[in-house]
């Protein structure tokens, strides 16, 4: 009866063992599973990932506009004061949230107001400006190069108030313009304005109400009395070559409060700024369009155009995937890099305008060509440009990269069924 008793003991206390096994092997399995998808970071669930950044758009070889604002057709060119079309001599242009569009008609000093930036059709002259240059637009509210003036509107409505202006006295002094070309107001409420004819950039750190008085900040120029071109050396007379600190004659800016783009057009370039500047005189970081920043001449010093070279760059912008378009006007283009330069002479990735990169020289108007560009805006996948050459402005449409589809992530397997843990009895290890 003993014997017996041991037997049954035994074989109970067995499966037992059995059974422990099989649950701490399935448990060490999920552990293991766990440890593998965290890394360092503990039993921890994995943070959430960042939403993907904007896609950078692709416009093709030699692609065709989708849209002519200004005249009747691609191959149409009707000569200054003809009704109902545009008399542009130079300017970027603006386009709302919703799509409408603001072109500076610069032959007549008025501003346009189209309803649609990407289809032709009627528009209205905004009130309150009577020397258009320049327009643009930041957080709905709308930025007028007016003349030497630069206004702010509340609005891109008609009638919106002007809320404050920066200007409206030419010479060169702390809050004087001559030949203001460009202004753009930051995310963070900053103004930069490009002082093309004093050859500096001056930026305002805040934008109040009324007059901006003074500015806090000149770039380009040692001093805010200072105004002329490549003038390192501080005297009266422009420097023969330019530097990462000098300017000459400016016509663009562009800064999402960070980062500062400028081309500086006299010297056949664009300028990059890493960190917006806070104090006069500051040297930029990366050249465009030249292999140096002690170099300027048009095409980098080449017979002919390239991908990397400029030859009287006059507007920069850039679009919310980090795109930064060119309008480089004496080449008849607009370049497109797909992140701005970090390094010197980076070659663009992207031509409008022409068949390829070599050709800078003018064509007959049609839907893929351009004639001495002067103003190029992104706006979505679309890269808004003012024709100026040719009277008119152009609308591309660009694609973005199809959307890759993350790999699924297996969950961790579950626990295998496992019998009940039987206690063990009074004769566990007796035989």
């Given at each position: 009866m003993r014997r017996l008793f041991s037997f049954h003991s035994h074989r109970r206390n067995m499966k037992v063992h059995e059974t422990a096994t099989r649950r701490l092997a399935a448990i060490a399995l999920v552990?293991?599973?766990?440890?593998?998808?965290?890394?360092?970071?503990?039993?921890?669930?994995?943070?959430?990932?960042?939403?993907?950044?904007?896609?950078?758009?692709?416009?093709?070889?030699?692609?065709?506009?989708?849209?002519?604002?200004?005249?009747?057709?691609?191959?149409?060119?009707?000569?200054?004061?003809?009704?109902?079309?545009?008399?542009?001599r130079r300017g970027e242009p603006a386009v709302t949230a919703g799509g409408g569009l603001f072109v500076a008609d610069s032959g007549t000093g008025t501003l346009k107001v189209f309803s649609r930036h990407d289809q032709p059709g009627s528009f209205t002259d905004y009130p309150g400006v009577t020397r258009?240059?320049?327009?643009?637009?930041?957080?709905?509210?709308?930025?007028?190069?007016?003349?030497?003036?630069?206004?702010?509107?509340?609005?891109?409505?008609?009638?919106?108030?002007?809320?404050?202006?920066?200007?409206?006295?030419?010479?060169?002094?702390?809050?004087?313009?001559?030949?203001?070309?460009?202004?753009?107001l930051t995310p963070n409420g900053r103004l930069v304005v490009a002082d093309s004819s004093n050859h500096r950039v001056l930026i305002w750190n805040t934008v109040g109400s009324g007059a901006l008085g003074e500015a806090h900040v000149v770039v380009g120029q040692r001093t805010m009395t200072s105004c002329v071109a490549n003038n390192d050396n501080g005297d009266t007379d422009p420097d023969p070559a330019p530097t990462a600190s000098t300017l000459s004659g400016p016509r663009s800016v562009w800064s999402d409060?960070?980062?500062?783009?400028?081309?500086?057009?006299?010297?056949?370039?664009?300028?990059?700024?890493?960190?917006?500047?806070?104090?006069?005189?500051?040297?930029?970081?990366?050249?465009?369009?030249?292999?140096?920043?002690?170099?300027?001449?048009?095409?980098?010093?080449?017979?002919?155009?390239?991908?990397?070279?400029?030859?009287?760059?006059?507007?920069?912008?850039?679009?919310?995937?980090?795109?930064?378009?060119?309008?480089?006007?004496?080449?008849?283009?607009?370049?497109?890099?797909?992140?701005?330069?970090?390094?010197?002479?980076?070659?663009?990735?992207?031509?409008?305008?022409?068949?390829?990169?070599?050709?800078?020289?003018?064509?007959?108007?049609?839907?893929?060509?351009l004639s001495e560009p002067e103003g190029a805006r992104f706006h979505g996948r679309d890269l808004v440009v003012v024709d100026t050459g040719n009277n008119r402005v152009m609308v591309w449409r660009g694609t973005a990269p199809p959307v890759v589809t993350p790999p699924s992530v297996h969950p961790a397997p579950s626990l295998p069924p496992t019998e009940p843990l039987i206690p063990p009895g009074p004769g566990v290890g007796a035989y």
């Open positions: 552990f293991s599973t766990v440890a593998a998808g965290c890394g360092d970071g503990g039993g921890l669930p994995p943070a959430a990932a960042p939403a993907p950044a904007p896609a950078p758009v692709a416009f093709g070889a030699f692609p065709s506009a989708v849209a002519v604002i200004g005249q009747e057709g691609f191959d149409q060119v009707a000569p200054d004061g003809t009704p109902g079309t545009l008399s542009i258009a240059r320049s327009v643009s637009m930041q957080s709905g509210r709308l930025v007028v190069v007016d003349g030497d003036t630069v206004r702010i509107f509340e609005s891109a409505a008609p009638g919106a108030p002007q809320i404050a202006f920066a200007g409206g006295a030419t010479g060169c002094s702390t809050s004087g313009l001559n030949n203001p070309t460009s202004a753009f409060g960070t980062r500062l783009v400028v081309a500086d057009t006299g010297n056949n370039r664009v300028l990059v700024w890493d960190n917006l500047p806070a104090g006069h005189y500051q040297p930029a970081t990366t050249v465009i369009g030249q292999r140096s920043l002690s170099e300027g001449r048009p095409h980098a010093g080449d017979p002919t155009p390239s991908s990397m070279s400029l030859a009287t760059p006059v507007s920069v912008d850039v679009n919310d995937a980090g795109q930064l378009a060119v309008a480089d006007e004496q080449n008849n283009r607009v370049l497109v890099w797909n992140r701005i330069p970090a390094t010197h002479g980076q070659p663009a990735d992207q031509v409008l305008g022409k068949a390829g990169f070599t050709d800078g020289e003018s064509s007959a108007p049609s839907a893929s060509t």
